[in-house]
């Protein structure tokens, strides 16, 4: 089925730890996207990729590193991991930067403690 | 003041009403407009994307972009309990090449039988 897949559904992390979430995504998308979604901010954007290779800062990139490597995998690295990125993470992709609509995945819900 | 307004809710309707949700924004410069809904501890999909003003339907959906007020609308008719979601409203323009949206905070939708 054509989609994002991301890893792991939900984690428990203690503060400190490094984690990478994992999103890949097998429609060919050249754009690629990280966001946060917390009670009463709404989706704020982490990181972003227009193709592979190139990455750029989004709203709340602080604390966080991404890379694009190929097409498909748009990792999500927490150096050290802090209670405030305690979130849930959506992976989304669409066909190129010019925005017609994301495919977004099924989160992964993160309790920093 | 945030780019994108949207009232959380929640918006609870009988079976079979018809569902107004707003969003208002403050930049002119926005030219796409999406409507994503979101079910509880999934990602957004998205349901309706239109250019510049205007209606658009598709089956019992109807999206409307007013640009002179900077207010757009998605309707729902004959509502379901199946229909009871959060739904985003999302907006974007040319940024130096990138169309990367701006997301309402999201209204919460309860369809009651």
């Known amino acids: 089925i054509a989609g994002i897949t991301q890893a792991p559904t939900s984690q428990i992390l203690a503060a400190g730890r490094r984690m990478t979430l994992r999103c890949t995504q097998d429609?060919?998308?050249?754009?690629m996207y990280w966001y946060r979604q917390d009670l009463g901010l709404g989706l704020r954007l982490i990181h972003y990729?227009?193709?592979?290779?190139?990455?750029g800062k989004g709203e709340v990139p602080d604390g966080y590193s991404v890379s694009r490597a190929n097409t498909d995998d748009f990792p999500l690295t927490l150096a050290s991991a802090v209670p405030s990125q305690t979130s849930v993470y959506f992976c989304?992709?669409?066909?190129?930067?010019?925005?017609?609509?994301?495919?977004f995945g099924s989160g992964t819900r993160l309790t920093v403690v | 003041q945030k780019e994108v307004e949207q009232d959380p809710g929640p918006l609870s309707v009988p079976e079979g009403a018809i569902v107004s949700l707003n969003c208002t924004y403050s930049?002119?410069?926005?030219?796409?407009f999406m409507w994503y809904r979101q079910y509880s501890r999934k990602g957004p999909e998205l349901l309706m994307y239109?250019?510049?003003?205007g209606n658009k339907e598709d089956g019992r959906f109807t999206a409307q972009v007013d640009k002179s007020s900077k207010y757009i609308s998605l309707f729902i008719r004959d509502s379901q309990p199946s229909d009871s979601a959060t739904y985003l409203c999302?907006?974007?323009?040319?940024?130096?090449?990138?169309?990367?949206?701006?997301f309402g905070r999201g209204t919460s939708l309860i369809v009651h039988p």
């Open positions: 429609m060919r998308h050249n754009a």
């Open positions: 999302a907006m974007s323009r040319d940024t130096g090449g990138s169309y990367i949206p701006t």
């Open positions: 989304a992709s669409s066909p190129d930067r010019m925005n017609y609509g994301y495919t």
């Open positions: 239109t250019y510049s003003s």
């Open positions: 930049n002119s410069a926005f030219q796409y």
């Open positions: 990729s227009n193709t592979a290779g190139t990455t």
